[in-house]
């Protein structure tokens, strides 16, 4: 059974950081794109950043870039974003999602092609 499982979110002010975790279980891990997508109330999902198999390829959203890193670990199955100078915008509920021999390609676009979800975690920044 394959179990994808955020966490770290939490609440933070403007201008802070937190560094998200993915862990990902009953699957050959090192053989997935992992890839975190956001969701805000009221909006649609959107993708924030992918990692491929291999961290041969990576892809961050321009909302993203200068700002947050994605980075992978195969030995403890899990996909980190760090994210710094967070803004009340990033306030959303964050999710991880993996796929099969995903290189980033058109990362992001509805449907989003990922074959697991988990849960999400929630972050919020306010002051």
């Known amino acids: 059974q394959v179990q994808v499982v955020e966490s770290g979110g939490g609440s933070v002010h403007p201008g802070g950081s937190l560094r998200l975790s993915c862990a990902v279980h009953?699957?050959?891990?090192?053989?997935?794109?992992i890839g975190w997508f956001r969701q805000a109330p009221g909006k649609e999902r959107e993708g924030v950043s992918c990692?491929?198999?291999?961290?041969?390829?990576?892809h961050v959203s321009d909302f993203a870039k200068g700002r947050f890193t994605i980075s992978r670990d195969n030995a403890k199955n899990t996909v980190y974003l760090q994210m710094n100078s967070l803004t009340p915008e990033d306030t959303a509920v964050y999710y991880c999602?993996?796929?099969?021999?995903?290189?980033?390609?058109?990362?992001?676009?509805?449907?989003?092609?990922?074959?697991?979800w988990g849960e999400g975690t929630l972050v919020t920044v306010s002051s």
């Open positions: 999602a993996a796929r099969l021999n995903y290189f980033c390609s058109g990362f992001g676009s509805y449907p989003y092609g990922m074959e697991y």
């Open positions: 009953g699957l050959a891990f090192d053989y997935y794109g």
């Open positions: 990692v491929s198999p291999g961290d041969k390829r990576t």
